[in-house]
């Protein structure tokens, strides 16, 4: 959500909420699933991310230019948040003894994406049509921080690597990525860092 506000010239205003607030249980109680995000557009109040990534796109013309692409970008959206249940799973509940066969699987997980970019223009566009979306994005997010875990896993993937250069070279979304808010929200948990 960060990146594709910060992309396409948008200004918002985060409440960062202490543990101690979310443990007082009033803002919980008032999240329609007892969690955050909460996400407040004018009038229209959304929870879980991928609404509100989706309602970001569908909102600044981020969503594919016809009925086919916006199906696709859902097809790559739900792709993305499949590899990144399982990164939760490993960071929150299984890291010491899991990152090794999690990376070692991480190529398998990584194929699709590089395939569909393979069938877009040589790869040399976006992951669907011709304009960047919002589950462009979504994968880019989830890509970096897969970096963090294994600098090398785009290596053997040419095509994500140069996607991840090119959409990262974006003037606006370069400066959001070099920005202390970004790096701050990259890096490890600390109870993971070494």
């Excluded at 200004?11 to 202490?18: A, C, D, F, G």
């Excluded at 190529?107 to 011709?130: C, D, H, R, T, W």
């Excluded at 785009?154 to 808010?181: G, N």
Aim: glycine letters at 8%.
């Amino acid at each position: 959500m960060h990146m594709l506000l910060a992309d396409q010239g948008q200004s918002w205003k985060e409440e960062v909420v202490t543990m101690e607030t979310w443990m007082n249980g009033s803002l919980k109680a008032s999240c329609l699933y007892g969690q955050l995000p909460k996400f407040q557009d004018g009038d229209l109040t959304l929870y879980q991310s991928n609404a509100i990534l989706r309602h970001l796109g569908r909102s600044l013309g981020l969503y594919g230019k016809d009925q086919q692409e916006a199906a696709l970008l859902d097809v790559v959206n739900d792709g993305v948040e499949d590899l990144r249940c399982k990164y939760a799973l490993l960071i929150y509940t299984n890291y010491e003894a899991g990152k090794e066969e999690y990376v070692k699987a991480l190529p398998g997980y990584l194929k699709p994406f590089e395939m569909l970019l393979s069938q877009n223009e040589g790869g040399q566009a976006f992951i669907v049509g011709n304009q960047i979306s919002f589950a462009d994005y979504n994968l880019l997010d989830l890509l970096l921080i897969h970096q963090v875990l294994a600098p090398s896993c785009l290596d053997s993937f040419p095509l994500l690597s140069a996607y991840v250069a090119r959409l990262s070279a974006r003037p606006k979304l370069k400066a959001f990525l070099l920005s202390p808010e970004h790096v701050k929200l990259g890096e490890l948990p600390d109870f993971l860092s070494p």
